[in-house]
């Protein structure tokens, strides 16, 4: 007999829970394979960030991949089924990214993850939400970061990009092969995670050599004081050197606010990054038009802001359809291509969706699919990276992204020590109303 | 009347040699009950679970080491970061048992606040607050320092699959849940303990007057350094589970919020009182999920999406202080 009241009180307690423990029921196991899958929806799920610094660059993101989804929904969907994306913001921290990514799995139950952003968030993430044991696709992910393409780690992750020490490789050689630039001292400023560390592997493999060792900033971003001290520092190099940023957007716009501050805007070549090079962005985020004109940038798509680019008016079109109020930029250029991509996936896995099957098709028919793309879609039976190529461009003062040069040259290569390229290679035009038919 | 007097004076002696017991009895009943938890819950609640007890860690050092031994610390987080170090090297570099790599997050931290706590063990209030809050900023930045740590990117802290005896199907969730919530469970009954023991009178007697502690034979110092560092081993756990749960460390873990909001889980848990600590860690696993949900429900902006959580963990915080600043428990407790 239990004398004491609290320990009694405990113990009723306990009894209750117990009770309401058993009455619980688990949630019914549906095949793993089909899970998220109906015979009217396919559930998707994106984590991403939504708030905080990398927030402010890249939410349009998971906005841009729901709008596309409701015009194919609107269109008739994938094979009868709607598509609903489910997006949770994980603000570029890598404990919220494992979090979330886990709830999209468990608790949302997603038949796959797509457009996912960012290297050591996709990093944890994965491990975290055991996408690999679960056999969870993970869909062009926003990141090119190469050890993604290792299928021993990574056995379910397909890039969105094009991967970094390929962006890294491509940008050596328009140094090396611009007689203005190459002369010059260069720096580099980089993230201080795979991001960046995969870009330095690049470049080495190009045999650049940098004038000073690469400055590292951490991974939650670029400090305005750190910003202002490197360039204070890199400005006593002779002549204009070139810096190049292997970073996100906001940090690319507290470098580039950090030298109108210090008066160095004419001080330096400023080439960036294709990830943190988004004009409209820039000049939201308060960098000047005159600042803005002139970066370098690499690209693998076309200029968001070019009307007569048969993707981009389409897209464009979605974007005011079902988007609204949310203007057309390189984030949502992307977001979109990659739900265009993800759409011709689902279809090419056939009525009988399954995740092996959806990865199945993109490894064997991924290289077909229509994409915004300028470079050739690398995917095959051994090959995870997005796409295998860059051009170089520059902006002018009203964001608008311009062939450097004057003409559009594509250079295509490979992450390892392949030789970098000229291409001729020429895109799948869209299909009709931007509504993938393969 | 002498028969009742000595029959009371006894029974209060029973009690509190029954004490111990019943506490460890009521804590195998806890581990018993979760345990029938954890076969009928769902994964997802699982992780969230195994979120809480590491949370509710993390709180319990912090009510230990500012509840009873009045000492305010802003840089737990940091301890935190060094016990998950700790534990990240121990299977990365040695091999060992992800269990005893817990083991080790625990001591190493322990040992690190021992020192700590030996250089600061002369500060007091604002000062030492202070000192750790510095310490917060400055740790995670040390920890780009050493290729050793593996800077920004971090190091993996994979705890492996569950043991082959739970079958191929059993659920890594469940495995991280039953790690957590045991670490949890001893650990908040060892913090219980010293807080019962003769280290907790003290503790009290420091926190209310240190110089009549002082002249009651206390070494206050000397005492300031053992909380200290046995709040440190504490949250040095905490921070090796926090890990195991993404699966890796990096400075990025453990930003200055997050040892604020440790303090603000505690003083919502009630600062003095142990008992809320699995409540603590619940409002900080539910905050930011509320604060999504509303988000996604009203279609706030980005600035709204930003300062929710923390508008919310502050609103709750100056709640508590006014209406429950002994801890939840008391509202419930009957008035004499």
Known sequence: MIRNTRTKRAVIASALITAGAMVLSTIPAQAAETTGVTATTIKLGISSPKSGAAGTAYKKVPGAMKAYFDYINANGGVNGRKITLVSHDDGYNVKRAATQTTKLVLNDQVFAIVGALGTATHRNAYKAANLAKNNVPSLFVNSGFSGFANKALYPTTFAGLPSYPMEAKVMAKFIKDNPVLAPQASFLIAQDDEFGVDGIAGFKEAGHKFSDNPILYPQGGLSSTIAEGALAKLAAAPGKPVLVLFGTTDTTATLLKAAEKLSLTTKFTFLAGSVGADATTLLALGVKATTVDGVITASFFPDAKDATDEYVKQFTAINTKYNKGVPFDNTVLQGMNSAMLTVQALRAAGKNLTRTGLMNAIDTKGSTFASAGLAPLNFSATSRVGYNGYWLGQLNAKGELKPFGGKLTLYTTDSTSGPVTASTFVRKSIPKNGIPNN | ?336
């Open chain 2, 1 to 336: 009347m002498l028969k009742h007097s000595k029959s009371k004076h006894s029974k209060k002696i029973h009690s509190s040699i029954d004490s111990p017991r019943k506490r460890l009895f009521l804590f195998i009943l806890g581990g018993w009950l979760l345990l029938i938890l954890s076969n009928q819950v769902g994964e997802f609640s699982l992780y969230q679970g195994a979120f809480v007890a590491t949370y509710a860690v993390g709180i319990a050092s912090i009510i230990l080491l500012t509840g009873y031994s009045g000492q305010l610390s802003l840089g737990h987080g940091a301890l935190m970061a060094v016990g998950a170090y700790a534990g990240a090297l121990t299977i990365n570099s040695l091999q060992w048992h992800p269990v005893v790599a817990l083991i080790m997050a625990t001591l190493v931290a322990g040992l690190f606040g021992l020192l700590l706590g030996g250089a600061v063990a002369r500060f007091s209030g604002p000062y030492l607050a202070g000192t750790t809050l510095a310490l917060a900023i400055a740790l995670p930045s040390l920890a780009n320092q050493f290729p050793i740590l593996g800077g920004e990117q971090g190091l993996a802290f994979d705890v492996g699959a569950s043991p082959a005896r739970f079958g191929d199907d059993f659920s890594p969730y469940k495995w991280f849940f039953w790690i957590a919530t045991l670490a949890a469970l001893i650990i908040i009954w060892f913090v219980a303990n010293i807080a019962a023991s003769r280290f907790g009178r003290t503790f009290r007697a420091m926190r209310d007057n240190p110089i009549a502690a002082q002249l009651c034979g206390v070494n206050v110092a000397r005492q300031k350094v053992t909380a200290f560092a046995i709040s440190s081993g504490v949250a040095g756990l905490s921070g090796g589970l926090l890990v195991m749960l993404i699966t890796g460390v990096s400075p990025s873990v453990f930003p200055l919020s997050l040892s604020l909001l440790l303090l603000s889980g505690a003083v919502v848990t009630g600062l003095y009182n142990l008992k809320g600590v699995i409540l603590g860690g619940l409002v900080l696993v539910a905050i930011p999920e509320i604060a999504e949900s509303l988000v996604t429900r009203i279609g706030g902006s980005e600035n709204v999406a930003n300062s929710l959580p923390g508008f919310l963990v502050s609103a709750l915080l100056i709640l508590a202080v006014m209406f429950t600043p002994n801890g939840p428990e008391h509202i419930f407790k009957r008035k004499h």
